[in-house]
Every structure is written in C-alpha cells, then in structure tokens.
C-alpha cells in the first residue's frame, strides 16, 4: 500500500547574481562596520537616560545629585541624537551602495534545467564586448567562434578586434555573458589576461 503521508516536490532554484567591485564590496563592509558601533553607543545613550529617568523617579535624592543627574540626562539625550544620526547616517549610504550595484545589472540563472533542455547545449555565447568607457566592440560571434569541444580558451588583446583598438593607450576590457548548460553567467576580464570557460 502506498504511502501518503509523506509528500514531496522538487522546484529548479533560481539564484540572482548581481556585478559589482571589491571598492564596493569594502565600502559597504566599512559603512556597516561604523553603523553598527554607533548603533551600540546609541544603545548605551538610552540605557543612560532611562537608568537616570528611573532613578530620578523611584528615589529620594537630593538637589545637588539631582542637578548632576539632570546634566547627565542631557548629555546622553544630545549623545543619543548624534549616534543615532550617525548610524542612520551610514546604513544609508550602505543601501545606496547596495542598490547602486543591483542597477548595475542582474543576471539570474534560469531555473534548473531538465534533462530535456540541457541536451548537448553546453557552453554558449550570449554576448562578448570588448570595450572601455568611451567606446566598444561587439565580438560575441568571434568569440563563439573559438569554442572547441564547451571549451573556449583565449588571450584578451587587440588581436581580437583584429588590432582594430577601440581606444588607444587605455586598458580594454572583455565581458562575456555566456550559458553554461542553460545557467546564464557573466564575467569580465582586462586586457592581457586569460580566458579559460568554462
């Protein structure tokens, strides 16, 4: 007799990557780092004011203590106003950070494929741009071109646009979006480097 009680399903998992560079990656280190100790003085500040608030309240204490009190009551009021703005200050520009590198661009690999849509796919082209910041080369067919048994394996130099420099005496670089058994990837490379897919 078959078994019911125990269901199962199996969903293909769809994973976003997103292009960014290691400044980025260890400004927001950095932002966060800062944010999170300013968050703990700020939490130190309000402990500060409650504990005095609570003692002013419940006890009978006398005028001197009280004005001492009252002085430390606002210098941790003024100091939880700063480190809170502070913290809030650099957990803001960590998420301008973040989604400057989410509107860089996004590449999501597909859901995982059958057995069916794999077949011989293996390693394809989608996009090859040899470029800098002022101009560019679209070389994705000759790039195509050099894949040899779902292997591609080249040099990164102006023998790829057949000398034909995009920019001269500035450092090109190569981006490659391309499809590994139906999984999309990209990844990007200098001048003078090697390319060795997958």
């Known amino acids: 007799m078959e078994n019911e009680l125990v269901k199962y399903k199996i969903k293909g998992r769809e994973v976003t990557f997103y292009l960014t560079t290691d400044e980025d990656l260890l400004e927001i280190k950095s932002k966060n ?29 006398v005028t001197d203590a009280q004005r001492i009190l009252s002085i430390l009551s606002s210098v941790f009021i003024v100091s939880s106003v700063i480190t809170g703005l502070l913290s809030g200050y650099f957990y803001w520009t960590s998420f301008r950070v973040i989604s400057k590198i989410k509107k860089s661009g996004e590449i999501k690999s ?41 292997k591609l394996s080249i040099f990164v130099s102006n023998a790829l646009v057949d000398n034909d420099d995009p920019e001269w005496g500035v450092i090109k670089k190569l981006t490659i979006t391309y499809k590994l058994n139906g999984v999309l990837f990209q990844r990007e490379y200098k001048e003078g480097d090697s390319v060795d897919l997958p």
Do not use: C, H
């Not at 069916?116 to 002022?134: C, M, N």
């Open 33 to 61: 780092f800062f944010g999170d100790i300013f968050v703990f003085l700020f939490s130190i500040s309000v402990g500060g004011i409650v504990s005095i608030q609570l003692a002013m309240a419940t006890s009978i204490i």
């Open 110 to 150: 597909l859901n995982t494929p059958s057995t069916e849509e794999i077949g011989d796919s293996g390693l394809q082209i989608v996009s090859a741009f040899y470029w800098t910041p002022k101009n560019y080369k679209d070389i994705t067919k000759r790039i195509q071109d050099n894949i040899v048994e779902n």
